[in-house]
């Protein structure tokens, strides 16, 4: 299994530019997460999903938007990029099917808004 | 309002000493309280995990103590080595929250030869 897989690993975009972030897991999990990591402020939840067709806000929701139209995919769609988007960007899945709460994180997207 | 304070932001500590991380919590519905490894360049990997029935939960040299009553937890790397050296986030999970987790802020450690 390759786990959870991010693209791309980098990108710099300009100012109001939009991109989306793809996040894809093998593992059958029925739930997934967007966090953004900034320095010295752990992680904070973006979005989730706790399974294909539905999504929810999470902490810091303003600026993304995210679908769930199959169990494997979960991309993170940045309209309008502002300097405060700056971060790395981490996708994880979990399955509660099995009782285990670990989130598999991918290995992120660092994403630079200039 | 952070949920899960964490504490300290950075450690330095020497090889085959101990590394000690705390983390204290507000929400009496946490009911999981996980430890995430993360290297420089990666995604953060689950270490060692506790739930709020028990005390202590020990797997090789990482040691989670727990203190319910005062809503207080703890990562002890004992022995520490080189390839400790990481990033170490405290997390805590409401039951009926869409499995989410909280996150404390981090502490880099740095384990010195």
């Known amino acids: 299994n390759a786990g959870v897989t991010q693209t791309p690993k980098f990108r710099i975009l300009k100012i109001g530019q939009s991109m989306t972030l793809q996040c894809t897991q093998d593992m059958n999990h029925n739930y997934m997460y967007w966090y953004r990591q900034d320095p010295g402020m752990g992680l904070k939840l973006i979005y989730y999903?706790?399974?294909?067709?539905?999504?929810d806000k999470g902490e810091v929701p303003n600026g993304y938007n995210v679908s769930r139209s199959t169990t494997e995919d979960f991309p993170l769609r940045l309209e309008l990029a502002a300097p405060s988007q700056t971060s790395v960007y981490f996708c994880a899945s979990s399955s509660v099917r099995t009782g285990d709460y670990e989130q598999y994180f991918g290995p992120g997207t660092r994403l630079t808004v200039t | 309002q952070q949920q899960v304070k964490q504490s300290p932001q950075s450690l330095i500590v020497q090889k085959g000493g101990i590394s000690i991380i705390n983390c204290a919590y507000e929400n009496t519905a946490f009911d999981y309280f996980p430890w995430y490894q993360q290297f420089p360049g990666k995604g953060p990997a689950l270490l060692i995990a506790?739930?709020?029935?028990?005390s202590e939960k020990k797997e090789g040299r990482f040691t989670i103590s727990f203190n319910k009553s005062a809503k207080q937890f703890s990562l002890h790397i004992m022995d520490s080595q080189p390839g400790d050296s990481a990033t170490y986030f405290c997390?805590?999970?409401?039951?009926?929250?869409?499995?989410?987790?909280?996150f404390g802020t981090g502490t880099r450690l740095a384990v010195r030869p």
């Open positions: 997390a805590a999970r409401k039951k009926s929250s869409g499995d989410k987790l909280t």
């Open positions: 506790i739930r709020p029935d028990v």
């Open positions: 999903s706790v399974g294909a067709g539905i999504t």
